[in-house]
């Protein structure tokens, strides 16, 4: 990791999320993994509306998640939090959700 050419966007735990400045993508990786398993978004938007589902799933007020995606600039906020309280299946939801954030 420390080899890499990369902008850290955030960290839990043992988790790092940032942007490859060599291959120009958005990663995720832990640090507990081979380093072959790194999670690739299709953009800043992807990534941060996984980050958000984590925050929501964590018990982050709206107030809070709206203040959060302001400074993000997440701009799936709303669609997110409208679309949360219908689903059916939320785990296949979630990936629909996440595909739909580029």
Do not use: H
Not at 49 to 61: C, K, N, R, T
Not at 70 to 79: G, Q, R
């Amino acid at each position: 990791m420390a080899e890499r050419n990369i902008t850290p966007i955030f960290e839990c735990g043992i988790t790092v999320a940032y942007y490859n400045n060599d291959l120009q993508r958005y990663e995720k990786y832990c640090l507990e993994d081979d380093p072959q398993e790194i999670t690739i978004y299709t953009g800043y938007q992807q990534l941060m509306a996984e980050l958000f589902v984590y925050l929501y799933e964590d018990g982050a007020s709206e107030e809070d998640l709206k203040s959060c995606a302001s400074i993000c600039v997440f701009t799936y906020l709303e669609n997110m939090l409208a679309e949360i309280k219908t689903y059916t299946d939320y785990e296949e939801w979630k990936l629909s959700f996440f595909k739909k954030c580029v």
